[in-house]
């Protein structure tokens, strides 16, 4: 006998950003670390296969899930402790990610500001480190709790123990997050009480210029990035998409100066250990896909990084514009781009 909170043949159409169709044979809606734990021991459920589901926003579903989706909708938010240096705030994985960060600023302490928007949920930010604008919520965090989903128990990592990189961590590194081992339930940031905004990316700078901002405040900054993203980035709900699709390829210098020699627009960012990071959207604009539809799928108009589903999409026209995308940015390019979302 399976506890109440597990649902047999769930609809997964509007749980994922893309609305893409497809069932789950199990789906339980967590809400307290607990029920994890009581997940982790029942005996009808051992062996099967598990995926945390957060937001369902970076997520494209290619068939049914032959297994037990967790719904993470643990909630919670409030401010755990505070020091001299900074203010220490905790959420529940289920929390929305812009609804909390929009929280924290109204209670008086930023410093995430820059991710606001972003969307999904808390407990998805560390797995692929989101960050934007010139910041990463992983030099935010100061820990997180993970339900063990073999044991049952809860372990706690530090923000070391993550091992934070550009848009990844150990959760991503090791593959967890697709083959269900821990379940992130709770994460602790750390923020600091001296506040410096981060103004250096391009558009950021501009909007704030446009308004006349010379010295934000984290609301200001926030709602320059609203704006911003809110331009260039469709509504889920009104044209279902899964954000940025395809990861921004790093690569090494000689390729990147090779590359800028025949495309002299090129835009380059060199990174700290030499490599030099590329933008993906202008990649997929360049190979000609920015606006363009394949079936039901299409490259957005104002976003070339941005898959989207005109309307009735299945997973093989996603992957289908996947596959059209790639092969075109690897012919004229020699980059070999990589998809963002995890495909289930
Ligand atoms: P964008 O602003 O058009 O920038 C494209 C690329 O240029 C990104 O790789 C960005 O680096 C880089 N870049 C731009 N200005 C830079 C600067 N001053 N210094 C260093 N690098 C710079 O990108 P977009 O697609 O519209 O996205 C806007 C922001 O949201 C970006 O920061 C992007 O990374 C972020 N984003 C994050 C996620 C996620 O966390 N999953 C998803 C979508 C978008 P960075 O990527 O290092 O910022």
Redesign the pocket.
């Known amino acids: 006998m399976l506890p109440d909170f597990i649902q047999p043949h769930a609809d997964l159409t509007s749980r994922n950003s893309l609305a893409l169709p497809a069932q789950a044979e199990f789906l339980a809606t967590i809400t307290s670390a607990e029920q994890l734990a009581a997940v982790a021991r029942h005996p009808d459920l051992a062996g099967r296969r598990r995926f945390a589901l957060g937001g369902g926003s970076?997520l494209v579903l290619t068939g049914d899930f032959p297994g037990l989706m967790l719904s993470m909708a643990i909630p919670g938010r409030e401010l755990a402790g505070e020091d001299a240096q900074a203010w220490y705030v905790r959420a529940g994985a289920g929390e929305n990610w812009h609804d909390f960060v929009q929280w924290t600023l109204a209670r008086g302490w930023p410093g995430l500001e820059n991710?606001s928007l972003?969307p999904g949920s808390v407990g998805a930010a560390p797995i692929?480190?989101?960050?934007?604008?010139?910041l990463e919520v992983g030099e935010l965090i100061d820990h997180l709790e993970a339900v063990d989903l073999h044991t049952g128990k809860t372990t706690r990592f530090s923000a070391a123990d993550c091992a934070f990189g550009?848009?990844d961590s150990l959760f991503k590194r090791e593959g967890w997050h697709l083959t269900g081992r821990y379940a992130i339930t709770r994460i602790t940031f750390r923020l600091p009480k001296r506040w410096h905004p981060r103004t250096?990316?391009?558009?950021v700078s501009a909007e704030l210029a446009r308004n006349r901002i010379d010295s934000p405040s984290p609301q200001q900054l926030a709602a320059a990035i609203i704006t911003?993203?809110q331009k260039?980035?469709p509504d889920p709900v009104a044209l279902p998409n899964a954000?940025?699709f395809f990861q921004?390829p790093v690569v090494s210098a000689e390729l990147a100066t090779a590359l800028a020699t025949a495309h002299p627009q090129l835009?380059r960012?060199p990174q700290a250990d030499g490599s030099v990071?590329?933008?993906?959207?202008?990649l997929v604009e360049q190979a000609g896909w920015k606006g363009r539809n394949l079936g039901p799928v299409g490259m957005y108009e104002h976003?070339a990084?941005v898959l989207v589903n005109r309307g009735g999409a299945k997973s093989r026209d996603v992957q289908a514009l996947t596959r059209a995308v790639r092969e075109a940015v690897l012919a004229r390019f020699g980059v070999n781009l990589v998809p963002?979302p995890v495909f289930l």
């Open positions: 970076n991710l972003i692929q480190n989101i960050g934007a604008y010139g550009y848009r250096a990316y391009g558009e911003i993203r260039k980035l954000g940025s921004n835009p960012y990071k590329l933008a993906a959207g202008w976003q990084l963002e």
